[in-house]
């Protein structure tokens, strides 16, 4: 009987898990208005206190975010997840919620107030691997191991100040979950620096201006501080100050930082939309 009564509760725990895992997983407090806030930041931000704000946002952009995934790597679903837009406020109850647990969030809420459904399929995609330039293994002039603490960057010469707004300007929820590093970084157009940075967290923030995912294949272990300088051509109206009209991305990674990277195609999992809805009303 004992034994019996054991085996019960092992049953009941295994089953009760993924159930207290989906409860984890959902926003204390959300409200989804359908049309937005036109001329609102287009894009998912995380605010203080574990919300989130999306004023104007597309139901495409609050799954590429929900998911971290690029625009690219989204197929399927009806075309107006990309046209019609929302505003979605939410919160968590708890204050200190990681990125990652935001993320986790929001895919819930996505499921049950548009009714997304999604699956993961493997599919090759053009990419650039990262990977060392050199024979040697040597590293560039501006790449270096990280030490234990942390170093202030410095903008060097040419390379225009961010604006008053840029610190408080609003990080996206993917940039957010896929980023943090312990140290400083910064990244503007035509200059990036950080002080304690993998190489992966190196590719992820490569991949915006490269393109293409980037996907590390230095085997290279470890935190590294760097500065990057590179050609970067503002597109019309932007509000930030270009910084570079130097090199091209792939030459200056190759000159500066004795890496390399190489186009190619490598298979990747992108999200297929099997269904979506219009919003339940708050």
């Avoid at 946002?57 to 837009?85: F, K, Q």
């Avoid at 650039?128 to 191991?145: E, I, N, V, W």
């Avoid at 990674?253 to 269904?275: K, M, N, S, Y």
């Amino acid at each position: 009987m004992q034994m019996q009564r054991l085996m019960l509760l092992a049953i009941l725990f295994a089953t009760a898990s993924p159930w207290a895992a989906a409860q984890a997983a959902r926003f204390d407090v959300a409200s989804v208005r359908a049309g937005g806030t036109p001329g609102s930041y287009p894009g998912v931000s995380v605010m203080p206190g574990g919300r989130i704000s999306a004023p104007n946002v597309t139901l495409r952009e609050l799954i590429r975010n929900a998911y971290g995934m690029d625009d690219n790597a989204i197929l399927g679903g009806p075309e107006w997840i990309a046209r019609e837009r929302f505003a979605v406020e939410a919160k968590a109850a708890r204050a200190d919620s990681t990125p990652s647990q935001l993320q986790a969030m929001l895919a819930a809420l996505l499921a049950e107030r548009f009714s997304v459904t999604i699956r993961r399929q493997p599919l090759a995609r053009p990419v650039f691997l990262l990977t060392l330039a050199r024979s040697d293994g040597r590293l560039g002039r501006a790449l270096r191991r990280a030490g234990a603490a942390c170093e202030s960057i410095t903008l060097p010469p040419g390379v225009s100040p961010p604006p008053p707004w840029f610190d408080s300007f609003p990080r996206g929820l993917a940039q957010e979950a896929n980023t943090n590093t312990r140290c400083p970084t910064i990244v503007l157009p035509g200059f990036m620096a950080g002080r304690a940075i993998t190489m992966a967290q190196l590719a992820e923030r490569l991949k915006p201006y490269a393109g293409r995912p980037v996907i590390d294949r230095t085997n290279l272990a470890g935190e590294f501080a760097f500065e990057l300088r590179y050609g970067f051509e503002m597109p019309p109206g932007a509000r930030v100050p270009p910084t570079s009209d130097g090199e091209s991305l792939l030459t200056a990674v190759r000159e500066q930082l004795g890496l390399a990277l190489t186009a190619a195609r490598a298979p990747l999992d992108v999200i297929v939309i099997e269904g979506a809805r219009h919003p339940t009303e708050n």
